[in-house]
């Protein structure tokens, strides 16, 4: 049984209409109404599972405005499913403002698990996966990208972006710009459709594969960069510092111990560093 007043968030199949949950087609049988991203793109899914049900539009120009009615339709005892074009409502798509709104006047939200382009992008790319930023759609401009991707350059987890077919080259020189020519990337393209691929390998090596061949710049895309790789024997700059100040006043076995101890590094390289520093000044 669905609880009365309650907001569904329902993840919605990505390309093929075979991926979505019985549960979400349950839920959709079941509730008083649907509020889809785009009524006309929607109703082709809902037809070909059998569902009619009332719907009602929410997208990014008439969110903010459709809060108030959708909160009186869900105090008045309504059960609606908020739905995207495809995926999972919120990623990257309308419905934050909603739901948002919904937890502070207390109403119930239930999500259900689903599809999710960037999730299944990651699972197939073979990059790491314990740790990762989804980071949305970059910036159409190439010096606002180039800035976005600055901020992004010493991430350690795998970054997800979604991209535009038209930009996606843009991007890759961006990337290349910015995080050198051998940061390893992957492009996961039209997923779950006929034309499924993957592309992956240095940025400087996918560009001239995106260049050579137009079909990688058609689709729906997700864009994963290898997060940025720490040289485990890299010394922070203010253990060096401290490591300085310590070898003026200590042996400097004493002084890289110290330090080695404090910032958890090995202790032999701080010695190394500390004598480097000793024969300059000699």
Request: aromatic residues 4%; charged residues 25%.
């Amino acid at each position: 049984m669905l609880q009365a007043g309650t907001l569904y968030i329902v993840p919605t199949p990505i390309g093929n209409l075979a991926d979505i949950t019985l549960r979400a087609i349950e839920v959709l049988q079941s509730v008083d109404r649907i509020v889809a991203e785009d009524t006309r793109h929607s109703q082709g899914l809902l037809q070909h599972h059998g569902i009619q049900k009332p719907l009602s539009a929410l997208h990014e120009h008439n969110e903010r405005q459709r809060i108030e009615y959708i909160l009186k339709l869900l105090k008045a005892g309504e059960k609606i499913a908020l739905i995207s074009d495809a995926g999972t409502p919120l990623i990257s798509d309308p419905g934050f403002p909603l739901v948002r709104a919904c937890r502070e006047e207390g109403a119930q939200v239930v999500p259900l698990p689903g599809p999710c382009a960037a999730i299944a992008a990651l699972s197939a790319a073979g990059l790491p996966t314990d740790r990762f930023l989804f980071a949305g759609f970059s910036p159409a401009k190439n010096s606002a990208r180039e800035t976005f991707l600055r901020a992004l350059q010493n991430e350690t987890g795998t970054i997800l972006l979604y991209e535009s077919p038209r930009r996606v080259l843009d991007s890759l020189k961006s990337i290349q710009a910015v995080m050198g020519a051998e940061r390893e990337v992957v492009i996961a393209r039209e997923l779950t459709k006929q034309f499924e691929t993957f592309l992956s390998g240095p940025v400087s090596e996918v560009i001239a594969k995106v260049e050579t061949d137009s079909n990688q710049q058609r689709g729906e895309i997700v864009l994963m960069i290898k997060g940025f790789e720490v040289d485990p024997d890299a010394i922070p700059t203010a253990a060096a510092q401290l490591l300085k100040e310590l070898s003026e006043h200590l042996p400097v076995k004493k002084a890289a111990a110290l330090v080695a101890t404090h910032y958890g590094l090995r202790k032999n390289k701080l010695y190394q560093l500390a004598l480097t520093w000793n024969s300059d000044e000699e």
